[in-house]
């Protein structure tokens, strides 16, 4: 089973994979004995949740560069935008990512 998936044709337009993706970086964190597979649930629901935050765009941004591992200008030419405008996608959307883990790590 090849480790990466098959970038859809016309990612714009496809559904965003939210639960996949989140699997894919518990997966990448936890690994797995009785007490890692507690915590991983807690992670996984945590990851679960900052996806949630994230716009249709920043999704697709984050999806492309860290799911399928697409560069900057594979991104930008893929989603029709400008390379400043997936990096600030991008950026916007690891912000979330990183405010809803700290929170969480915080006990917010």
Known sequence: ???Y?????N???????RI???????SLLV???????LEAQELRQLVHRALQALSDDEMRVIQLRYQYKKS??????????????MAALEQSGLE???????DWHRGV
């Open 72 to 85: 900057p200008g594979q991104v930008a030419a893929r989603l029709g935008i400008s390379r400043d405008a």
């Open 31 to 37: 690994t797995e004995d009785a007490q890692d597979r």
């Open 96 to 102: 979330k990512l990183r405010q809803g883990l700290e």
């Open 20 to 26: 996949r993706l989140d699997e894919r970086f518990v």
């Open 11 to 17: 990612p714009t337009t496809a559904p965003v994979e």
């Open 5 to 9: 998936n098959k970038v859809p044709d």
């Open 1 to 3: 089973m090849p480790i």
